[in-house]
């Protein structure tokens, strides 16, 4: 036994001198979303477009980008109305909306498409009124004004939309309306 260790021992110090391999990898969590660009996109290339971005509720949450149609802008889209800006209505898979990765759609979409950064706008319903709200706290210097429907949060760092005009939907009445002349659409 002594005469196997002593002809394995140098091997297992060749071992233990080799160092450690890595290597890079990463991890993709997917986000699939409904878009709807405006007539005339493709013609100026040089122009940049205005950019709703709309969170859904809690009843179109899944895999299924279709439910997503059932409210908001895209409901209307369908139907047939054109809009003057960008429209993008992401779907998330799992309840509740996560600020992190709707903000990195959002970097995703600036780079992707040409969109005015003074004029990005981010509304959501019910689920995606608490969406909405998280993510402009966390990132209020993104955003031209917001529209939270149905929508509540944690007002711990509301004061970081001191800039940000919201109006605020619940019902059929809008609780404060923002008067936003300095960033037309």
């Given at each position: 036994m002594k005469k196997l260790f002593l002809s394995i021992a140098p091997l297992l110090l060749l071992q233990l001198a080799v160092k450690a391999q890595q290597t890079a990898e990463k991890f993709v969590i997917e986000t699939k979303y409904l878009l709807a660009l405006p007539e005339g996109y493709s013609a100026d290339t040089a122009q940049r477009w205005p950019l709703l971005i709309f969170l859904h509720g809690a009843g179109e949450t899944g895999t299924d980008i279709n439910k997503v149609k059932a409210h908001g802008p895209a409901k209307l889209i369908e139907a047939g109305k054109k809009y003057p800006f960008i429209v993008v209505s992401p779907q998330t898979s799992t309840y509740g909306w996560q600020p992190d990765q709707v903000y990195q759609l959002l970097l995703n979409l600036k780079k992707q498409y040409?969109?005015?950064?003074?004029?990005?706008?981010?509304?959501?319903?019910?689920?995606?009124?608490?969406?909405?709200?998280?993510?402009?706290?966390?990132?209020?210097?993104?955003?031209?004004?917001?529209?939270?429907?149905?929508?509540?949060?944690?007002?711990?760092?509301?004061?970081?939309?001191?800039?940000?005009?919201?109006?605020?939907?619940?019902?059929?009445?809008?609780?404060?309306?923002?008067?936003?002349?300095?960033?037309?659409w």
């Open positions: 040409r969109v005015d950064n003074d004029r990005i706008y981010l509304t959501g319903l019910s689920m995606g009124g608490f969406g909405t709200w998280a993510l402009a706290i966390k990132h209020p210097e993104e955003f031209a004004a917001i529209a939270p429907i149905c929508g509540g949060g944690d007002t711990t760092d509301i004061w970081k939309l001191r800039y940000t005009p919201p109006g605020v939907f619940t019902g059929q009445k809008m609780m404060w309306s923002p008067s936003v002349t300095a960033k037309k």
